[in-house]
């Protein structure tokens, strides 16, 4: 899938941060665009237009991905009006901002709501699509984004670092089952600069966690939208041998930062 001109692609939860920044640079490669959104319909027009603008055609469709039926929906929405999906990319997700210390900061139905929408979901958009890419001769690329709470056991809450955990597994065993037509991979962001933590956190606590994180990285950075972006072209539009991988995207946080021996 080197040419991604006139391909077509769904990228959920992009009305705004890393399914935005992935709208745009896939639009800005010939890319048309199902742009989804489930609470931010101005957000979803405005990515639209800048879209657009790049000279590709986009839909800005309502779709909450717990929903089966609203999965469906876009699938069908993008076989009719272009004939073919190309690329799904997985973003839409959810969370509570839960200490994880906090045991009683979380119940059951929290779990469920957020295993709906980053787990449960995640996988309806795959089924939903899954049928259309194996038609194709190019197949289909899946990306899905997950975290690096999946790997590490940090992050929001602890269902939400579990929810993202479920995600690298579920997208082994879809990369194992959907080959050779589709390849089905997944990126890992650790702190990404943006609105969404920012407001998750308070301003005070999020400076200090972006500040922390840089320092912690071996590059000195934290992920923002359009890196993590780039990561996930990467696994659209790179090589083509590849699939049931992760790719961690934290500036080598997670590396560690504590040599055994100083100089």
């Known amino acids: 899938m080197k040419d991604l001109r006139n391909k077509v692609a769904i990228v959920t939860g992009s009305s705004s941060g890393v399914g935005a920044a992935t709208a745009r640079l896939l639009a800005s490669m010939g890319c048309h665009l199902i742009i989804n ?73 929290d779990f469920q709501n957020i295993y709906g929408v980053n787990v449960i979901g995640s996988y309806q958009m795959v089924r939903a699509v899954a049928e259309q890419m194996k038609t194709q001769k190019d197949g289909g690329a899946i990306v899905n984004v997950a975290s690096i709470a999946a790997v590490t056991g940090v992050g929001s809450s602890i269902a939400y670092a579990s929810s993202k955990g479920a995600m690298v597994t579920m997208t082994l065993s879809l990369a194992r089952v959907l080959g050779p037509a589709i390849r089905v991979n997944v990126v890992c962001p650790g702190f990404i600069e943006g609105e969404w933590l920012k407001e998750g956190l308070g301003e005070d606590v999020y400076e200090h966690a972006r500040e922390a994180a840089r320092k912690g990285a071996p590059l000195g950075v934290t992920a923002t939208a359009e890196t993590v972006a780039d990561a996930i072209l990467y696994f659209i539009n790179g090589p083509q041998v590849v699939t049931g991988e992760s790719m961690i995207v934290d500036g080598g946080r997670h590396l560690g930062m504590t040599p055994l021996i100083r100089r």
């Not at 690329?87 to 045991?103: C, E, M, R, S």
């Open 37 to 109: 959104y489930n609470s931010n319909p101005n957000g979803a027009e405005s990515v639209a237009r800048e879209c657009q603008a790049e000279g590709i055609e986009t839909l800005v469709l309502k779709a909450n991905v717990s929903s089966d039926d609203d999965c469906k929906m876009l699938a069908s929405a993008a076989v009719e009006k272009w004939g073919r999906i190309d690329v799904l990319v997985n973003n839409a997700g959810t969370t509570k901002f839960v200490d994880h210390a906090n045991l009683d900061g979380l119940n059951a139905e």
